[in-house]
């Protein structure tokens, strides 16, 4: 699920168009953590990539703000972006330039750091059929900078670069087209001279795929499917020889889809964060729900009694580990098989290099997931064996508990959805524990900082019909508090070596963005209250608190500003709403915030 705003979808969406908490997962004898920090660095002066690093731990080495000094910092400018929509994603920074792609039409714009002006402004022809296709709004992730090109997508399929310095379009190529419901509002990654893009819209009845394409020349290079049989999908035998969980099984792809045409449907879409690993030369990322939402339609209750493994609907709801070169599938997980509940795994998931010993093993490379089915897993990442995955949040009812020996969930059976039947107070909600806000990591601390939700839903799967172009769920839901409604969100701090919850600031407003840490031992968040605020990483003590005009789906970042001093700057919408909804535009355009200290 891309969207937003859920709320608006809360109808009957098929029209194509006893909570008990779970006590903590108990880990055996056999595992032992060890190392807290990292030896990783993080973003400097500048901020290139969306996820700060190509690793994506959203980590600044800038030290000038601290707990000490936090509550001192002001807003130096505000940049009016003139876009009206959900401003997602986070701007660039190069040298003294803040680059801005906004909602659609997708404009790049650049910002003069030192005079607070823009420079210059990139609108690219786009087609207006892609916003009417696109499920959920006409947002965009963000952009990436190398080779003096900013890199970005456009709502209708196309990648386009730009110079950097002059605004000029240096090539563009139109990978798909809109009218047949695939659209893109991922964030790109730029890894050995290739830029990494995917598609977007699983509820649209297509097929997600992931591609390379050349730096220099956006020349396609590879394509990768994320549903169908091995050849499609680039499974090689070395991963069927190796595979931790799945050795030795054959176009899983195809063959856990009831038919061809189900997984030719199956949306499981990358329209989150991608990460890539340069010591291991891994690119990494998830993959969301399964199409069409309701499972029934995907395997018969008959057929999943039988044998759940061949309605897993693989690839859906997964995690992929790739050569970016060749495109080549290393490895891949499984989070939620046979998906009925909206579990995807489109968030990111960031490489770290921590130590965890698990059997007498020790496992130095790690890859941690906080996914929307409530369970936080530590990957070891050139493996993809599951070392911890115990519940992140307070509610957790779908499922039991996480057999890393199987890979496979233990699930409550009860609150499975079906077709025609409301299933009630389902926890982890169609959010998810944690949605795709992404979480950051401190090498300082050894901690993640991931903002989680307190929500659960009813959920009831309805019969769709398939039409090229439009939405294809089958579903009908709505969210409410789970148990303890003191809280909507949550900010956490969580130790992936030991798989657990140091401390959490809990947040009567959604924690609908990402965060951001810094070397000078703070983090930084926005709620839809709306407010960007900052607190002790150590502790989770609050620092810094400033009201926003209107609500922030955007990620915080940190750079230099021209006078060498450390800034963070958060984009804010234009519209301006609670959480129940009903927002609309108050003004020209979002805006970009910067801050800085006195």
Not at 357 to 368: I, N, S, Y
Not at 371 to 394: C, H, I, M, S, W
Not at 490 to 503: M, P, Q
Request: hydrophobic share 35%.
């Amino acid at each position: 699920m891309t969207t937003d705003n859920p709320l608006c979808r809360n109808s009957k969406l098929s029209r194509n168009r006893r909570t008990t908490p779970i006590t903590a997962l108990l880990f055996g004898a056999g595992l032992l953590a060890a190392q807290t920090a990292s030896a990783q660095t993080g973003a400097g002066a500048e901020w290139t990539t969306a996820g700060g690093t190509p690793e994506g731990i959203r980590y600044s080495e800038l030290t000038d703000i601290t707990p000490a000094n936090a509550a001192k910092l002001k807003e130096e400018f505000a940049f009016k972006t003139g876009t009206h929509g959900s401003h997602m994603g986070e701007p660039l920074v190069v040298g003294k330039t803040l680059y801005v792609v906004t909602p659609f039409p997708n404009k790049l714009i650049a910002y003069d750091l030192t005079t607070g002006k823009p420079k210059w402004a990139y609108a690219p022809n786009i087609s207006e059929y892609a916003k009417g296709a696109n499920c959920c709004g006409g947002i965009n992730r963000g952009a990436a900078y190398a080779d003096g090109k900013i890199v970005f997508n456009l709502l209708d399929n196309t990648t386009v670069a730009v110079d950097a310095v002059t605004g000029k379009e240096v090539w563009r190529n139109r990978l798909a087209d809109p009218h047949t419901g695939v659209t893109m509002t991922v964030a790109p990654i730029i890894a050995k001279g290739k830029v990494i893009t995917a598609s977007s819209s699983g509820e649209m009845g297509v097929r997600g795929w992931i591609q390379a394409l050349d730096l220099k020349t956006g020349k396609a290079l590879w394509r990768a499917y994320n549903t169908g049989p091995d050849k499609d999908v680039l499974i090689g035998q070395n991963f069927r020889d190796n595979s931790v969980y799945y050795k030795g099984q054959v176009d899983q792809g195809a063959t856990s889809w009831p038919n061809q045409r189900a997984y030719l449907l199956g949306g499981s879409a990358a329209w989150g964060y991608l990460t890539y690993d340069p010591e291991l030369d891994l690119l990494f990322y998830g993959t969301s729900q399964p199409g069409v939402w309701n499972a029934d339609m995907r395997c018969d209750q008959t057929a999943y009694a039988k044998d759940p493994q061949k309605c897993a609907n693989k690839w859906g709801a997964s995690v992929f580990a790739r050569k970016p070169d060749t495109g080549e599938a290393v490895w891949a997980y499984q989070f939620t098989p046979h998906d009925s509940w909206d579990y995807d795994a489109a968030s990111e998931a960031i490489a770290v290099n921590q130590t965890v010993t698990v059997g007498g093993v020790r496992h130095d490379k790690l890859l941690v997931h906080f996914n929307k089915n409530g369970f936080a897993y530590t990957f070891d990442r050139a493996t993809g064996e599951v070392l911890l995955a115990p519940q992140f949040v307070d509610e957790v009812n779908w499922a039991n508990e996480v057999d890393t020996a199987t890979g496979l969930p233990d699930v409550n059976e009860d609150m499975r959805v079906h077709q025609g039947v409301l299933t009630e107070k389902i926890c982890p909600s169609v959010l998810g524990g944690k949605g795709w806000e992404p979480a950051s990591f401190s090498p300082k601390t050894g901690l993640f900082y991931a903002p989680t939700f307190n929500l659960c839903s009813n959920l009831e799967a309805l019969k769709a019909e398939f039409i090229s172009g439009a939405p294809y769920m089958g579903t009908d839901y709505s969210i409410g508090p789970a148990s303890d409604t003191s809280y909507a969100s949550e900010l956490i701090a969580w130790d992936a070596t030991k798989g657990e919850k140091l401390w959490g600031v809990k947040e009567q407003a959604w924690i609908y963005a990402g965060t951001l840490t810094t070397a000078g031992g703070v983090v930084f968040y926005s709620t839809k209250a709306p407010a960007l605020k900052a607190v002790d990483a150590k502790t989770g003590a609050p620092l810094f608190n400033t009201a926003l005009q209107c609500n922030t789906v955007g990620n915080p970042i940190s750079f230099a500003g021209a006078d060498g001093k450390q800034r963070i700057a958060v984009f804010s919408d234009d519209k301006c709403a609670a959480n129940s909804g009903g927002e609309h535009p108050t003004g020209n355009g979002g805006w970009v915030h910067v801050y800085k200290l006195p």
